[in-house]
């Protein structure tokens, strides 16, 4: 099963989020392609005010109760570890929002108009050792395409990644030890909408030394894809841009990749399930 993501310049169709208009969420509703910037405004004064400055001032912040809310909400439901903090400021930057869901024609138009075309990869997920299926990869697909934002971990920042290669994503979705496939996400990226990889380098290095002497703006901060996120980044392409996948269980698979992490999920544009 795969699904696809993408966005035009100048292109705004209109499609049915639940039962309204889903052309007013995130940065569909500003316009046109050409209007979706690659920089947001910067709130890291905002989030040192809503977050603390370090622990002490945290635990007694308005964020802290609100983590706590949502980490039990997460272990009520058997979901997965979450960077709360950068969801709530993708949430504040108008980042969380769902992104544009196209019929695989319209991702064509868009990936002939200049946007980038990347993939993600998805499991079915199990919570606990009993093997029992919590999220099926279409579930998980679906809150990709409507659902709420979910941040994941990552090796230089938390946030969504994808990469430019449908094999290496599908190397994520399929289940080498069952046999079982995944879900893979075609997604597209609006052009000059993300850092590219000397400045992600530049960032990276900025966000290692805020860490190193305690300088960072606020509480969660030392994870560079908050940190990002605050200052309005939209995304960033890999700070190496190449990505080594080997998979011992898929004969030898050994392939080289461009990678991006996504922080603006709404300036995004995602294919229509195939059923």
């Known amino acids: 099963m795969s699904i696809t993501i993408a966005l035009p310049i100048g292109f705004k169709p209109v499609i049915k989020h639940g039962d309204h208009d889903q052309s007013s969420h995130g940065s569909w509703?500003?316009?046109t392609a050409e209007e979706v910037k690659r920089m947001a405004p910067d709130k890291t004064e905002e989030m040192l005010s809503y977050f603390g400055k370090d622990i002490n001032t945290y635990k007694t912040s308005e964020a802290y109760k609100e983590i706590q809310k949502?980490?039990?909400?997460?272990?009520?439901?058997?979901?997965?570890w979450e960077n709360y903090v950068l969801e709530i400021v993708a949430e504040k930057?108008?980042?969380?929002?769902?992104?544009?869901v196209v019929t695989a024609d319209e991702m064509?138009?868009?990936?002939?108009?200049?946007w980038t075309i990347a993939y993600r990869?998805?499991?079915?997920?199990?919570?606990?050792?009993?093997?029992n299926i919590n999220y099926t990869s279409e579930q998980l697909a679906e809150e990709f395409r409507t659902g709420n934002y979910h941040a994941g971990s990552g090796v230089d920042g938390d946030g969504i990644y994808l990469t430019t290669d449908y094999e290496v994503a599908r190397s994520y979705a399929d289940d080498w030890r069952t046999g079982k496939q995944g879900t893979v996400l075609k997604v597209a990226i609006p052009p000059n909408s993300t850092m590219d990889a000397n400045e992600f380098n530049d960032i990276l290095k900025e966000n290692r030394e805020m860490v190193r002497s305690g300088?960072?703006?606020?509480?969660?901060?030392?994870?560079?894809g908050v940190l990002a996120a605050s200052q309005g980044h939209r995304g960033a392409e890999h700070l190496r841009n190449m990505?080594?996948?080997?998979?011992?269980?898929?004969t030898d698979f050994n392939r080289i990749a461009p990678v991006?992490?996504?922080w603006d999920r709404s300036m995004l544009a995602v294919q229509k399930a195939d059923k």
């Open 108 to 114: 064509d138009k868009l990936q002939a108009e200049g």
């Open 121 to 131: 990869g998805i499991q079915d997920y199990s919570h606990g050792e009993d093997g």
């Open 243 to 250: 990505r080594v996948i080997k998979d011992g269980g898929r």
């Open 29 to 31: 509703a500003k316009g």
């Open 215 to 224: 300088k960072q703006p606020f509480w969660g901060a030392d994870d560079l």
């Open 260 to 262: 991006f992490v996504i």
């Open 93 to 100: 930057q108008g980042f969380a929002e769902p992104p544009k």
């Open 70 to 80: 949502r980490e039990e909400k997460g272990r009520s439901e058997k979901r997965a």
